[in-house]
């Protein structure tokens, strides 16, 4: 079955950095768009950054262009998200996302926290 696992997320001061991870199995991977989400309290679920299966295409939501970056490693099953320059507003729980076959399916979560 699908099985997305994130890990990474910790407690960083503003301006700090993260490199959170997703690891994925149970599909062909290098074969699908993989997605981070995010989810702050109070606030839906939001997209953060896109990824092509072949990494030649990203995308980003305006809020963390510049400072975010999505890669891949297709070897590894393995998604990426750098975050840089981070800002309490950065704080949320960020989430792996592969859509297959009209179904989407989510990892458990990684918590990002930013203060000072």
């Known amino acids: 079955q699908v099985q997305l696992v994130e890990s990474g997320g910790a407690l960083v001061q503003p301006g700090g950095s993260l490199r959170l991870s997703c690891a994925a199995s149970?599909?062909?991977?290098?074969?699908?768009?993989m997605n981070w989400y995010r989810q702050a309290p109070g606030r839906e679920r939001e997209l953060v950054a896109g990824i092509g299966s072949s990494s030649s295409s990203t995308n980003y939501s305006k809020d963390v262009t510049g400072r975010f970056t999505i890669s891949r490693d297709n070897a590894k099953n393995t998604v990426y998200l750098q975050m840089n320059s981070l800002k309490p507003e950065d704080t949320a729980v960020y989430y792996c996302?592969?859509?297959?076959?009209?179904?989407?399916?989510w990892g458990q979560g990684t918590q990002v926290t930013v203060s000072s």
């Open positions: 149970g599909f062909t991977f290098s074969s699908y768009a």
């Open positions: 996302n592969v859509r297959i076959h009209l179904r989407r399916y």
